[in-house]
């Protein structure tokens, strides 16, 4: 894939997360995805998604940087959120947070087959 069609491929994946369009997250995730190390599948993959839009009830997924160099895209995300409960660890409880994901993507077949994610916690514990 060229780096258009990658940023393409990309942004039709982000808009599959916000509209939780969890039938047509295959068309996106390889069979084998693996995350931060870990071997989930398609619907390992879908399990954790599901788990994380349960425990934040307004997530959003906002693209605000975005390089692709075949066959990698590399990303960060804005978030502007309110999880229930405890999140990375810490009581938000429902608070209102804005923080980042620094998150790379490796594609294979057209598809998502490897992602390694950080999350800025230090912000989040910052406006707690």
Not at 71 to 94: D, E, H
Request: charged share 25%.
């Amino acid at each position: 894939m060229t780096g258009t069609e990658l940023a393409t491929a990309y942004r039709g994946y982000i808009a599959c997360l916000n509209a939780q369009d969890w039938p047509s997250l295959a068309n996106f995730v390889h069979d084998q995805v693996v995350h931060n190390g870990r071997k989930l599948g398609v619907s390992g993959y879908r399990e954790m998604l599901e788990k994380d839009f349960r425990d934040i009830p307004d997530l959003r997924f906002d693209i605000q940087l975005l390089v692709a160099d075949p066959p990698r895209i590399a990303s960060r995300l804005q978030f502007n959120c309110s999880p229930k409960g405890t999140f990375l660890g810490l009581n938000v409880n429902g608070k209102k947070v804005a923080f980042t994901e620094n998150v790379f993507y490796e594609f294979r077949d057209g598809k998502i087959s490897e992602v390694w994610s950080v999350i800025d916690k230090a912000t989040i514990e910052a406006q707690l």
